[in-house]
């Protein structure tokens, strides 16, 4: 009986075994709900990735909608420098305009430059926007700590102007442009610009009249007891953007240095004396003179040409004349001129035609420090042509009584006059830029 029981249970045990056996081998093997196992493995991923998705395309709408914003401000600031002029007006509109699109301070910052200070059009006469803010999450702060911060830059260039200058400093702080006492400064169709952004970055005071088709700075002007009168402008202009110098790429020729030297000679008597200056030879190639003085007496004419003076000191003499015609004087290592005073006659054109077609005196800004020259004194002084000397102080009184030329453009660090002086800016027979002034008239967003 027992052995009939313990034969059984054994097959009892197989029986079992084996039926687990096949219940495990036909799950190995099944179809039926794998698509679920491997659904509920990725579908974590799925949905992390559609969120992410959708979080993507809702920072791309805000950082475009935040760049529609920068452009508005941008074209309204300047807008509103075309109405009136004023930086500060402008900046505040572009501001107020940027808050009208959306822009929420409390989220980030909104700068505005006139000029712009980055980018392909800096120092430009543009209006800059330069907005910053914090785009919020939607779902994605499970996953990241912070918002994402988004900056984007707007810019307007100003143009249309449609007068022009022919008086520019570009003397960054203080007196820029001054004219006092009994004086007549007569700016036919052209106006004068100051680039200081000082509170006198012009001054005008006592008997002055000046006539002209606008007056501009980027600081302030103080006109006094001035007399004004205004072409192209109803009042001076203030805060206003630097005026882009267009003469930067003047230089002296390459190589000025290693020409060879050359010299004026003296020649004559008593009151015959005159000096002899080197002739350009037939290419018109320039011409080095490397005299420490020339003390300039009589008159003296110059050959067309392109004459660099190194180091020389050019001193006018009693009635001492200097003439030329088609001729570019330039001038290195501290030259200069000095001396002029009444009875002395400045009389010099420009060259139409050659590397400084247009130029007619010019003062390398890279071996010429700051001094004061003096084209005043009660001499006659006529210059037809550029007058850039960019790190110069000028005492100017020239062109009046019948003296004046069709174009006299005045470039320097400093211009004061100190004469009755009239200046035009008539410059066709020249190729040099000019320099533009008065109103502007469009607007254009070009980044």
Not at 231 to 259: F, H, K, M, W
Not at 273 to 283: E, G, H, M, Q, R
Not at 317 to 332: I, N, P, R, T
Request: glycine share 10%.
């Amino acid at each position: 009986m027992l052995s009939r029981l313990d034969s059984w249970v054994g097959k009892g045990n197989i029986m079992f075994i084996k039926r687990k056996s096949n219940f495990l081998r036909k799950f190995r093997t099944a179809r039926e709900g794998s698509t679920t196992v491997v659904l509920a493995i990725t579908f974590p991923l799925f949905i992390g990735a559609t969120i992410l998705a959708t979080e993507a395309g809702y920072w791309r709408m805000s950082a475009s909608e935040l760049q529609n914003t920068a452009d508005m401000a941008s074209i309204a600031g300047a807008y509103e420098f075309i109405i009136n002029g004023d930086k500060r007006d402008a900046s505040l509109a572009a501001y107020a305009d940027a808050l009208d699109n959306e822009f929420k301070p409390e989220n980030g910052t909104i700068v505005v430059n006139i000029p712009p200070t980055t980018g392909d059009y800096t120092g430009n006469d543009a209006v800059e926007v330069v907005i910053t803010q914090s785009i919020p999450f939607i779902i994605s702060d499970m996953f990241l700590d912070k918002p994402i911060e988004k900056t984007v830059i707007a810019v307007t260039r100003l143009g249309g102007q449609t007068s022009e200058s022919c008086v520019l400093s570009l003397n960054p702080s203080g007196v820029g442009i001054s004219v006092f006492g009994n004086v007549d400064v007569n700016l036919s169709g052209c106006g004068l610009h100051s680039n200081s952004t000082s509170s006198s970055a012009i001054e005008a005071n006592g008997s002055v009249t000046i006539s002209a088709g606008c007056m501009s700075a980027v600081g302030q002007i103080d006109t006094g007891t001035a007399t004004i009168n205004l072409d192209e402008c109803a009042a001076p202009r203030e805060n206003q953007p630097a005026s882009v110098d267009p003469y930067t790429g003047i230089d002296l020729p390459a190589g000025a240095s290693g020409i060879p030297c050359s010299y004026a000679i003296l020649t004559g008597n008593g009151n015959n004396k005159s000096l002899l200056f080197p002739t350009p030879n037939a290419d018109k190639d320039p011409i080095r003179i490397c005299n420490s003085e020339i003390d300039l007496t009589g008159v003296t004419n110059l050959e067309s040409g392109t004459y660099i003076f190194d180091g020389t000191d050019i001193d006018f003499g009693s009635h001492a004349q200097l003439h030329g015609d088609e001729v570019s004087l330039l001038f290195m290592n501290n030259a200069e001129l000095s001396g002029m005073n009444g009875n002395n006659t400045l009389n010099l054109t420009a060259p139409t035609s050659g590397d400084y077609n247009g130029v007619v005196l010019y003062a390398d800004r890279n071996t010429m420090s700051t001094a004061e020259w003096n084209f005043s004194g009660n001499a006659d002084v006529s210059l037809d042509g550029l007058v850039y000397l960019p790190t110069l102080n000028v005492r100017y009184a020239g062109g009046a009584g019948g003296n004046s030329t069709d174009c006299t453009r005045l470039v320097a660090n400093q211009v004061r006059f100190v004469g009755n002086s009239s200046l035009e800016s008539s410059c066709d027979a020249y190729t040099t830029d000019p320099i533009r002034g008065g109103a502007y008239t469009t607007v254009a967003l070009v980044e």
